[in-house]
T-cell receptor, first 111, second 111 residues
Framework: GVTQSPTHLIKTRGQQVTLRCSSQ?????VSWYQQALGQGPQFIFQ???????GRGNFPPRFSGLQFPNDSSELNVNALELDDSALYLC????????????FGPGTRLTVL | RKEVEQDPGPFNVPEGATVAFNCTYS??????FFWYRQDCRKEPKLLMS???SGNEDGRFTAQLNRASQYISLLIRDSKLSDSATYLC????????????FGQGTELSVKP
């Protein structure tokens, strides 16, 4: 399945954070979502074959990488209090609107 | 207006009740539709895809009305284990595989 690390993280405002995701075997597309408390997940961006393939309404301080083994990173610079959320990674087998399988998420708290 | 809107919750029902969730979406180009289930502080998991012809999986029935841009989920004979948040999700080929989530409707099934 999809794995994410770390499970929990506490940072202070202005710091930088890197979250990691390992895709399900055979999946070459990874998407990242942010879920604030009481809300549905919001799309941050998607990567396919190491290239960004679509981005949601998030500022440039949210950036990502996908590696040749299809694992992925989400980087957030200059953390703000509103960045506190559950960050979910989802993998799928291609970029079309196919079933996406979610990892357990990383819960980020910004103080 | 949000792209996907769901009934505000929570729904509190007794065991054995039938409960219906409603969802509307604003993008007429949406092509794939899903219901996801999310347990408290866990990742969303696919409950079922939704097709124009309607589809059923045991106690769960999903319906799609493209003309009205409306999606529904019916749960019959509710079980305690059905308690969760139900997320309505749409996707479009022209949005590169981006899943758009509603805010979720919380269901609590009581003995």
């Amino acid at each position: 399945g999809v794995t994410q690390s770390p499970t929990h993280l506490i940072k202070t405002r202005g710091q930088q954070v890197t979250l990691r995701c390992s895709s399900q075997s055979g999946h070459n597309t990874v998407s990242w979502y942010q879920q604030a408390l009481g809300q549905g997940p919001q799309f941050i961006f998607q990567y396919y074959r190491e290239e960004e393939n679509g981005r949601g309404n998030f500022p440039p301080r949210f950036s990502g990488l996908q590696f040749p083994n299809d694992s992925s990173e989400l980087n957030v610079n200059a953390l703000e209090l509103d960045d506190s959320a559950l960050y979910l990674c989802a993998s799928s087998s291609y970029t079309g609107p196919d079933t996406q399988y979610f990892g357990p998420g990383t819960r980020l708290t910004v103080l | 207006r949000k792209e996907v809107e769901q009934d505000p919750g929570p729904f509190n029902v007794p065991e054995g009740a039938t409960v219906a969730f409603n969802c509307t979406y604003s993008n007429s180009a949406s092509q794939s539709f899903f219901w996801y289930r999310q347990d408290c502080r866990k990742e969303p998991k696919l409950l079922m895809s939704v097709y124009s012809s309607g589809n059923e999986d045991g106690r769960f029935t999903a319906q799609l009305n493209r003309a009205s841009q409306y999606i529904s989920l019916l749960i019959r004979d509710s079980k305690l284990s059905d308690s969760a948040t139900y997320l309505c999700v749409v996707n479009s080929y022209n949005q590169g595989g981006k899943l758009i989530f509603g805010q979720g409707t919380e269901l609590s099934v009581k003995p």
